[in-house]
């Protein structure tokens, strides 16, 4: 980890405020501006506070660790783009929600809201054989779209994090061969998020002419409609379902179709030749012959995930973060003097604990832990004597456990 | 670490260049691009390759570990701003080097270069009471300033990487005495990543009408000149100097002053009171009367430390990484198959290899080493038998060692 291990609640410049913000339209946005993880800045753009940081910065290392193991090779690109690159793929004319600069000197620039424009040109100039393929180079970084309508928190911003990486391939067969691998990481990196993602076929948007797929998870924050079969892996974007909800299943017809609000966690775009002729960008294949490379985009919204996952783990007291995306392992809280004790035995030991050392009330200290959300409480007060109190947030019940045996659990 | 700890040459889709591009000014930008580690997108704006990521996030690393240890915490601001925020502090209309954006709706945006706007109000809506004081609050995030001319490589960019800290105190001593921590703070920092940073007075640009500091490294890419006293600390920006080269030190008068180009590795603004007031947002002091905080700014230029160190630590054959920011600890020249058996050992015992298992011949290997700058060059040939040659980029002699006398080496 790349971070503190441990913090006081007391040092941190953010606290819980008592109400949502009124403006809060989403349980994403409302949970957590209300527990101190972002602080709005406008519609679509969100500061990330110490706790919000530690989640993003989690579920960003879930996927590069993913994308690592299948031989992505991870870079950061320009996110000021020339207007010359976006020339040539036509996106500057045809693409809405791109962000136009107008420089001092009148030169115009795209904010990057996705970078194909500026990868293939950079990748490319190190292919000259069939050899040198395939490639996979990937980034998580900040992306930026005008949107009309910026709203559900995190869920769609104008400005958001989101990993995308992109593929170079010899042939359309290397191509699906990666998918396929892709699409195993991409499932493996969800559910380590705690989330389950349904692989749904959808429109290839602004990007490609063919079939793309999309990670939905079910959310009513959700901003598409899936049709999907409870039988078998069958889902569909309601945008190019040729079945009704209802309907038998085409796939497997052993059930009948249901319709359900769902977010986009990630997506797989088949770019084919696209790319490599607008750039008129070639390699050698195995024949002598010049060649467009086959590419694919792959994208996980990094910002977008952490609001999927509250949406899709909270009860009416706050919000309960999967353990691997949580800010902290432990929330220890301190009645008495001896919880310094205990916390400086945790530091030692590299648990991540979050030390709620302030001078409130129980009754102040517990609220807050429902609120954050962190995946265990341990208490040390006079009625835990030489014990510590040891409550998990999805559960309703508390043990008295010994220090070691608090240890030998979160070292689990 | 994040990253993962090793790498093959055979697997990194860059490559070493033959030639500088032809537009390189400097040095940073001539090596940096040979070796591989950036590419230009256009002027002032660059792509990290995955060894230069490596560097960035090093250092990266070095600033946020001296920043957490002072206290500071980190968030990740919004850097789309809104217009008002920048009308509320004048800067919308004086600074000459913002982004500004028109959105499709018409609404105006400012592209963050510093983020006192945002700050101000984040951190003071969680302060009520001096009892709430001190806070510093710092970032690691990409800026944009609207460059007339961008140049000299990565030492400055129209989109550079940097880390922004904010203080908030009660009062100008406060303010005065986190300034000699910072100050302490930032020179460990610089020695971390190889560099010695003079201290010396600025003007305070746009931000205030105090004295800034700056930390200033010695090296003929910079864009500054400084005055300074071989015999003291004394140091002063030429642009507010009182004195000329060769007068007499006007701290210690051992010495004449000379005079050098640098390039601004960090800096320091004394904001006093004017976001506070800027904003209207008060606390209340000791005495129950409100009053606005003495607010400092602190930066360090991530990318821009990256160049410098390139400016500082290079030879003809190419770059010289010092240790802590080196892509990795060693570079494995495999000449024959009992490489990878090396290289295997060495991965199990984490340490950061890459390995050129390309199938090259040895002179064209050792070249690359040369020019990608990692401090130890480890070779496995014919000739060295059981035995492994060590050689170290700073020097021209080579030993054989076998493979425990290396990893305690490594280890050391």
Redesign the interface.
């Known amino acids: 980890m790349?971070?503190?291990h441990s913090m006081r609640y007391s040092?941190?410049?953010?606290?819980t405020l008592r109400q949502a913000p009124k403006d809060a339209d989403t349980i994403n946005h409302k949970l957590l501006t209300q527990a101190g993880f972002v602080?709005q800045?406008?519609a679509?753009?969100?500061?990330?506070?110490?706790l919000g940081?530690r989640v993003?910065r989690k579920i960003e290392?879930i996927v590069?660790e993913e994308m690592?193991a299948i031989?992505g090779?991870?870079?950061?690109?320009?996110?000021?783009?020339?207007k010359e690159i976006w020339e040539k793929t036509g996106a500057w004319d045809s693409v809405?929600v791109l962000?136009?600069?107008q420089?001092?000197?009148e030169r115009e620039y795209v904010?990057g809201q996705s970078a194909e424009e500026?990868v293939t040109p950079?990748?490319m100039?190190?292919?000259t054989s069939y050899k040198?393929l395939p490639?996979a180079?990937y980034q998580s970084h900040?992306k930026?779209r005008?949107e009309?309508r910026a709203k559900s928190g995190i869920l769609r911003g104008?400005?958001f994090l989101m990993k995308d990486m992109y593929s170079f391939h010899e042939n359309q067969e290397d191509f699906d061969a990666f998918y396929k691998t892709v699409k195993e990481a991409y499932l493996k990196a969800f559910k380590r998020m705690g989330l389950t993602a349904k692989v749904t076929e959808a429109s290839g948007g602004n990007f490609t002419e063919k079939i793309s797929y999309e990670f939905m998870v079910l959310t009513d924050a959700g901003e598409d409609d899936i049709l999907y079969c409870e039988s078998c892996d069958y889902c569909v974007n309601v945008e190019i379902a040729k079945n009704n909800e209802g309907e038998s299943c085409p796939s497997c017809s052993n059930s009948s179709l249901k319709k359900a609000r769902a977010s986009e966690a990630g997506n797989v775009f088949d770019l084919g030749q696209k790319y490599g002729k607008n750039f008129d960008l070639t390699f050698t294949d195995r024949d002598g012959n010049k060649q467009y490379p086959v590419m694919g985009c792959f994208g996980i919204g990094i910002s977008r995930n952490m609001g999927i996952i509250v949406e899709t783990h909270h009860d009416d007291k706050g919000i309960v973060w999967p353990k691997q995306v949580a800010p902290f392992a432990v929330h220890l809280v301190g009645l008495i003097d001896h919880a310094e004790e205990i916390y400086k035995k945790l530091k030692e030991r590299n648990i991540e604990v979050f030390f709620d050392d302030r001078d409130l009330n129980p009754g102040q200290k517990f609220a807050d832990c429902d609120l954050i959300g962190i995946p265990v409480r341990l208490v040390v007060s006079q009625k835990t004597g030489e014990k510590i109190e040891w409550k998990e947030r999805t559960s309703e019940n508390s043990e008295l456990l010994t220090f070691d045996e608090v240890l030998a659990r979160l070292e689990a």
């Open positions: 790349i971070y503190l040092h941190l410049f953010s606290k602080d800045l406008m679509g753009v969100y500061s990330y506070l110490p940081l993003l290392q590069r690592d031989g090779q991870e870079v950061l690109m320009g996110t000021l783009h020339p809405d962000f136009k600069i420089s001092r000197t904010l500026v950079l990748v100039q190190y292919v040198d490639k180079v900040w930026y005008d009309l104008r400005e």
